[in-house]
């Protein structure tokens, strides 16, 4: 069955960077496109990026845009979110999912951005 | 970016009885294929987000046929025939059409 599970979530200064890894399992990973959304607590769900089969195409919302990274290793089924520029807004669960358009989703894992 | 607003924010529903979800976009969501890109997806308590229905009103695997979409252009709307117990938690539709792809507020559904 398709698993998702992230990882690298934690307590980050204010401009502190962190990265975000995403294993998948189950699904022929390479065939499909990668997508994080995240969700401040108490709040409802934003997605913020995805990336294409091969990294051929990226978007970001703008909130993230110019400081978040996404990324992925077909050989190792892992897709990455590279957080830079970390402010206390970017406190929330994130969660990987398939597709651009998510079907499957991760468990989540928490960031926390606070001095 | 594409509003998307859904109403309304909460739902109080006896076991049995019908619900309904509204949810409406700031731009049309057809696509030049001739689908609608509107999803629906249910959070449960303390769960991560599942997957309810794609394209406007197809049934993702293993969902209940209890659960419909149906709607159009800007209009859309999540129908449960009979709620049952299982089906409390926070309702979300997403237009998938426009990037960023934007998610309604949510609906909570409370038996």
């Known amino acids: 069955q398709v698993q998702l599970v992230e990882s690298g979530g934690g307590l980050v200064k204010p401009g502190g960077s962190l990265r975000l890894s995403c294993e998948a399992s189950g699904f022929t990973f390479s065939d499909h496109q990668m997508s994080w959304s995240r969700q401040a607590p108490g709040q409802g769900l934003e997605w913020i990026s995805y990336t294409s089969y091969s990294d051929n195409t990226i978007y970001y919302a703008d909130s993230v845009r110019g400081r978040f990274t996404i990324s992925r290793d077909n050989a190792k089924n892992l897709v990455y979110l590279q957080m830079n520029s970390l402010r206390a807004e970017d406190t929330a669960v994130y969660y990987c999912?398939?597709?651009?358009?998510?079907?499957?989703w991760g468990q989540g894992t928490l960031v926390t951005v606070s001095s | 970016d594409v509003v998307v607003t859904q109403t309304p924010l909460s739902l109080s529903v006896t076991p049995g009885q019908p619900a309904s979800i509204s949810c409406k976009s700031s731009q049309s969501l057809l696509h030049s294929d001739g689908k609608t890109s509107l999803f629906w997806y249910l959070q449960k308590p303390g769960q991560s987000p599942q997957l309810l229905i794609y394209d406007l009103s197809s049934r993702f695997s293993g969902v209940p046929d209890r659960f419909s979409g149906s709607g159009s252009g800007t209009d859309f709307t999540l129908k449960i025939s009979r709620v049952e117990a299982e089906d409390v938690g926070v309702y979300y539709c997403m237009q998938g059409i426009h990037l960023p792809y934007t998610f309604g507020q949510g609906t909570k559904l409370e038996i």
């Open positions: 999912a398939r597709g651009a358009r998510p079907n499957y």
